[in-house]
């Protein structure tokens, strides 16, 4: 027994002494110092971004803001931590169901189950009345930033015939319905001159802007990927880009790089940006404009970094849409931004901004057909037969692009050029009115239709918006730094006197008189900024999403 027992362990012993023999050889040493150097690279890389892309200051912060969030995420472990937070998240959710569902009114009709019997269609149009008159923002006295991109009631009438007309179209099926893909084809092209596209020029119809930057990010990354080889692709954007390049990395597994914008202009750091860039990364973006502040990155540089790189670059012009491209001819200041800028690959326009077009559409745009096919989806062995979509959606509203292609030739050029001295001179009027009064700054240097601006202390901005609210006014709040924000739209035109003469009126009452702040939208902002762990605020928004499905 004692004999058999000894058998397991002398094999034991050789596999041990094997081990170890091949381990001290030269070959794993090899292999344990290559290993031993791609730890280092690794945690280099990462001390590189940290110190020199996002600069010493900003690290220490981002490390002051790590601890913090261990350590509350830990309290939130205490159950009576934990149930005072529930309880604060009930409270503010509470408050936001009020201040939804309290504009639909006490006399609601449910309609929670399909009815038993079909209504008529004079009953349709009395519930569809009935949800018309439910308490609105006043959009149509141009009082509510952006929001609704109205061109006038007689191009939303024509619109409506449009998408009448081709309520059952379906763009997936161009042989049953071939006018549609011929305005489909049609709007892409008008916009793709508008921004001087070279000859090769391509694009897509899309639903939005979001859809449109995703698309673009999808292409860049798939191709890279076929023509270089990346297997873990960067994207390095503005920290003041728009959300949908955060929702694109979410969504296509991109590592994204935000870079900080200078304080003063509000344009992204150039050198932080070239620091940035590594053999990952598929591409940079800039915007023109952005949405936060209304102003415009140096598309040239950044053009130059892509050209030096050989990565693409994506210009977001969904909110300059149909602003920037007419800035020269409607007699304003412009900056380069569009395809005449060497290095620029891609460009997203939203058709349904400034462009009047009904809510749904956008145009991403391509340099050359070479990118654009990597942003289509091509499956060639589903048993259903070969399928291919230019975007994410297979079925498509027609409609929306008979409206769109409608919109675009109502308009026409003098249509847009007039449209654009409205509203860039509506929103030269509020900067004027804001740069004269002294307490408040305009972020940057606006160039379109978008303004921002801050207050100097004691003055809280948000307080200057609650009272703005109470007004009738409704702008939207930002954060790092606080500032309001105006997307400055046609029925602006008529408004812009009026608000600059309000804002004068509550700057001077709150100078006069501190304690009319309320401190409302203060207190939610403030209280946001000083949570480390942000999945509370995330709570709450997703608490916020819930209740847009409450009935």
């Known amino acids: 027994m004692a004999h058999q027992l000894s058998k397991p362990a002398a094999t034991l012993g050789q596999v041990l002494q094997f081990v170890n023999t091949a381990l001290d050889g030269k070959r794993i040493t090899i292999v344990k110092n290559i290993v031993f150097i791609l730890v280092l690279l690794n945690y280099w890389s990462f001390l590189y971004r940290k110190f020199l892309v996002g600069g010493p200051l900003r690290a220490i912060q981002d490390l002051q803001l790590y601890v913090k969030r261990v350590v509350f995420k830990q309290l939130r472990r205490l159950p009576s931590v934990q149930a005072k937070i529930d309880a604060e998240l009930g409270k503010t959710l509470k408050d936001m169901e009020h201040s939804i569902m309290s504009r639909e009114g006490t006399n609601v009709v449910q309609n929670v189950t399909l009815p038993k019997h079909g209504f008529s269609a004079d009953k349709v149009m009395e519930h569809l009345n009935g949800f018309q008159d439910m308490r609105a923002l006043d959009w149509e006295g141009g009082k509510v930033s952006g929001t609704v991109y109205h061109g006038g009631q007689d191009l939303t009438n024509l619109l409506a015939e449009a998408y009448r007309m081709y309520a059952v179209s379906n763009p997936l099926h161009p042989e049953a319905f071939p006018g549609v893909r011929r305005m489909e084809a049609e709007s892409v092209a008008m916009v793709l001159s508008m921004y001087n596209a070279p000859a090769d020029g391509c694009g897509t119809m899309t639903s939005g802007g979001t859809e449109s930057i995703i698309m673009a990010c999808k292409a860049y990354r798939d191709m890279y990927k076929d023509l270089k080889g990346i297997q873990y692709p960067e994207m390095v954007v503005p920290e003041t880009i728009h959300a949908a390049f955060m929702k694109a990395s979410g969504y296509f597994n991109i590592k994204l790089i935000l870079i900080p914008v200078d304080p003063v202009t509000c344009q992204v750091n150039l050198k932080k940006m070239a620091r940035a860039i590594t053999s990952n990364t598929i591409l940079i973006a800039g915007s023109a404009i952005n949405f936060p502040h ?194 400055v739209t046609l029925p602006w035109a008529q408004s812009a006197e009026q608000f600059a003469q309000d804002l004068k009126e509550v700057v001077a009452e709150l100078v006069a008189d501190p304690s009319k702040a309320k401190g409302s939208t203060a207190g939610i902002y403030g209280t946001a900024a000083s949570i480390p762990d942000k999945t509370i605020v995330e709570d709450v928004a997703a608490g916020f999403i819930d209740l847009l499905y409450k009935v």
């Open 294 to 487: 209304g102003t415009a990155d140096d598309i040239v540089s950044l053009g130059k970094l892509a050209k030096k790189h050989n990565i693409g670059l994506h210009v977001d012009c969904c909110l300059g849409s149909f602003i920037m491209p007419f800035l020269e001819k409607a007699g304003f200041p412009t900056v380069p931004f569009d395809f005449r800028v060497d290095g620029v690959t891609s460009i997203s326009c939203d058709t349904h901004k400034y462009g009047f077009a009904p809510k749904g559409s956008s145009i991403v745009m391509y340099r050359n057909k070479t990118i654009r096919k990597y942003q289509y989806f091509l499956c060639s062995d589903w048993t259903g037969g070969i399928y291919a979509s230019p975007s994410i959606a297979g079925s498509r509203p027609g409609a929306l692009i008979a409206g769109c292609w409608a919109a675009l030739v109502k308009m026409g050029e003098d249509g847009y050029i007039d449209s654009c001295k409205q509203i860039v001179g509506a929103r030269q009027l509020i900067e004027n009115a804001i740069r004269s009064i002294p307490q408040l700054d305009v972020k940057g240097t606006p160039v379109a239709s978008v303004i921002a601006f801050g207050a100097l202390e004691p003055l809280n901005i948000y307080d200057v918006g609650d009272m703005l609210s109470e007004r009738g006014w409704n702008l939207s709040p930002l954060q790092n730094p606080a500032a309001l924000h105006i997307s």
